[in-house]
Antibody, heavy 115, light 112 residues
């Protein structure tokens, strides 16, 4: 049974870098695509980006070049880095196993951007 | 970006009655492989989204058969044949054909 668990700091200062890790269990990370999606409090869902099993990535143009997604097969983890954050980046961040589209999602981690 | 427009945004329903949610896309969702990557997600209060339907009408494993999806072109529908208490939550349509994937605004289903 696939399980995903997001981890990382719950509070990030404006202009700094948000870093999150998704730990995957129950399946090899080299077998699927993996994605990040976020949900601002009380709002809808926004795609952030995805990474393939061989490391190819794509990110939402709305986030311009602030996004980096990477994969560590030895730890069965993948990660998100979002730099130069502002209050608009405050959201619940989800990681998801992806087969063309997100299938199984983690429980999410709330990240607040505030000084 | 492809805009996904859902209606209604709020849907009070009586237990045991049917419910229907509409989703319209601003562009066709037919991918190069001729599939339509239109999905429906359920988000119960305090939980992460759960995919119910993929490629318009295919139910995910474990999804009750009272949930069904249909549609073509740019118009899609999620139907719940007999609403149960556990169906309360927000339902999102999502297109996976064009990057970035985009979601509808969500439809909040509640019991009258």
């Amino acid at each position: 049974q696939v399980q995903l668990h997001e981890s990382g700091p719950g509070l990030v200062k404006p202009s700094e870098t948000l870093s999150l890790t998704c730990t995957v269990s129950g399946v090899s990370i080299t077998s699927y695509y993996w994605s990040w999606i976020r949900q601002p409090p009380g709002k809808g869902l926004e795609s952030i980006g995805y990474i393939s099993y061989n490391g190819d990535t794509n990110s939402n143009p709305s986030l311009k070049s602030r996004v980096t997604i990477s994969l560590d097969a030895s730890k069965n983890q993948f990660s998100l880095r979002l730099n130069s954050v502002t209050a608009a980046d405050t959201a619940l961040y989800y990681c998801a196993r992806t087969a063309r589209v997100p299938e199984y999602w983690g429980q999410g981690v709330l990240v607040t951007v505030s000084s | 970006d492809v805009v996904m427009t859902q209606s209604p945004l709020s849907l009070p329903v009586t237990l045991g009655q049917a419910a229907s949610i509409s989703c319209r896309s601003s562009q066709t969702l037919v991918y190069s492989d001729r599939k339509i990557y239109l999905n429906w997600f359920q988000q119960r209060p305090g939980q992460s989204p759960r995919r119910l339907i993929y490629t318009v009408s295919n139910r995910d494993s474990g999804v009750p058969d009272r949930f069904s999806g249909s549609g073509s072109g740019t118009d899609f529908t999620l139907k719940i044949s007999r609403v149960e208490a556990e169906d309360v939550g927000v339902y999102y349509c999502m297109q996976g054909t064009h990057w970035p994937w985009t979601f509808g605004q969500g439809t909040k289903v509640e019991i009258k």
